[in-house]
T-cell receptor, first 117, second 112 residues
Framework: AQKITQTQPGMFVQEKEAVTLDCTYD???????LFWYKQPSSGEMIFLIY??????QNATEGRYSLNFQKARKSANLVISASQLGDSAMYFC??????????????FGSGTQLTVLP | NAGVTQTPKFRILKIGQSMTLQCTQD?????MYWYRQDPGMGLKLIYY???????DKGEVPNGYNVSRSTTEDFPLRLELAAPSQTSVYFC???????????FGPGTRLTVT
């Protein structure tokens, strides 16, 4: 079974500073993908960034980067130059990609990020 | 460019009533999913489908049923609604190959 752990229920960051949201995962499958989603107060799920288990380099998407440490089974999200609009709930999720898998996402419990002006 | 659409957006049910949550995707994705999100929590998988005519249970299937007669549609049926089914329901789809899941806007359901 897969498990995602997000140990920070809430985080605060000053506008324009960087922030790291923690995520650890557990799976025995060698082939998987790690995702981060943003959920603003409006409720929709917004895809941010993806890292495959065999990717050699850390994923980056604009101000988002994923600090992937495979040996530690961690996939932390780094947001640089925080903006007020970054205030939202952030979910880490994993998807096993092995043959026969339904490829559903397993979610963590989320981190509520608040950006302070 | 519709993506994944869900109806209704909001619904209030009385205990024991039934309803169907609709989900449609126009991206020709094989994989479709239903998740529920309880307040302050992550999403949990209810049912999923790997193609038309094929469905299977997820982590929390009790009290729900699904069908997949076409690639586009994946309705979720609630029979005999209970207060424990008060939640936000998300439908999602993904292509055959690895990649992100595309989410619908969600349906907020209250059972009283």
């Amino acid at each position: 079974a897969q498990k995602i752990t997000q140990t920070q229920p809430g985080m605060f960051v000053q506008e324009k500073e960087a922030v790291t949201l923690d995520c650890t995962y557990d799976t025995s499958d060698p082939s998987y993908g790690l995702f981060w989603y943003k959920q603003p107060s409006s409720g929709e799920m917004i895809f941010l960034i993806y890292q495959g288990s065999y990717d050699q380099q850390n994923a980056t998407e604009g101000r988002y980067s994923l600090n992937f440490q495979k040996a530690r089974k961690s996939a932390n999200l780094v947001i640089s130059a925080s903006q007020l609009g970054d205030s939202a709930m952030y979910f880490c999720a994993m998807r096993v990609i092995s043959s026969g898998s339904a490829r559903q996402l397993t979610f963590g419990s989320g981190t509520q990020l608040t950006v302070l002006p | 460019n519709a993506g994944v659409t869900q109806t209704p957006k909001f619904r209030i049910l009385k205990i024991g009533q039934s309803m169907t949550l609709q989900c449609t995707q126009d991206m020709n994705h094989n994989y479709m999913y239903w998740y529920r999100q309880d307040p302050g929590m992550g999403l949990k998988l209810i049912y999923y489908s790997v193609g038309a005519g094929i469905t299977d249970k997820g982590e929390v299937p009790n009290g729900y049923n699904v069908s997949r007669s076409t690639t586009e549609d994946f309705p979720l049926r609630l029979e005999l609604a209970a207060p424990s089914q008060t939640s936000v329901y998300f439908c999602a789809s993904s292509p055959l190959k690895q990649g992100e899941q595309y989410f619908g806007p969600g349906t907020r359901l209250t059972v009283t």
